[in-house]
């Protein structure tokens, strides 16, 4: 599966974005999809996670209340909706798909396949 993501912009504190992570193939549904970030100089971390069917979410505590994710398998796509934006949330943030497991995971090892990231700047 190739993941596209986009959506990455420059916002004010407070503001809002959506980003989008549109796969390519027919399985997406059976992908368990994670968003993550990385901040220059930082290590890339565990932003959100969807199951394939979309009924498990789970999320880091910083975003938590903040960010939604969700998915639509029809449009081989996966939103992050991220609402409340800080300057801290300011990273390249990249989708990447899990083809073994049906929840989401929280490690990096556990993705098989990325995208190329987007950068989102929230300016102070």
């Known amino acids: 599966v190739q993941l596209q993501a986009s959506g990455g912009g420059l916002v004010q504190a407070g503001g809002s974005l959506r980003l989008s992570c549109a796969a390519s193939?027919?399985?997406?549904?059976?992908?368990?999809v994670g968003w993550f970030r990385q901040a220059p100089g930082k290590e890339r971390e565990f932003v959100s996670g969807?199951?394939?069917?979309?009924?498990?979410?789970d999320y880091a505590n910083s975003v938590k209340d903040r960010f939604t994710i969700s998915r639509d398998n029809a449009k081989n796509t996966v939103f992050l909706q991220m609402n409340s934006l800080k300057p801290e949330d300011t990273a390249v943030y990249y989708c990447?798909?899990?083809?073994?497991?049906?929840?989401?995971?929280?490690?990096?090892?556990?993705?098989?396949?990325w995208g190329q990231g987007t950068l989102v700047t929230v300016s102070s």
């Open positions: 969807i199951s394939r069917g979309g009924s498990n979410t």
């Open positions: 990447a798909a899990d083809p073994d497991r049906v929840g989401p995971g929280r490690l990096l090892k556990l993705y098989d396949y």
């Open positions: 193939g027919r399985t997406f549904s059976t992908y368990a």
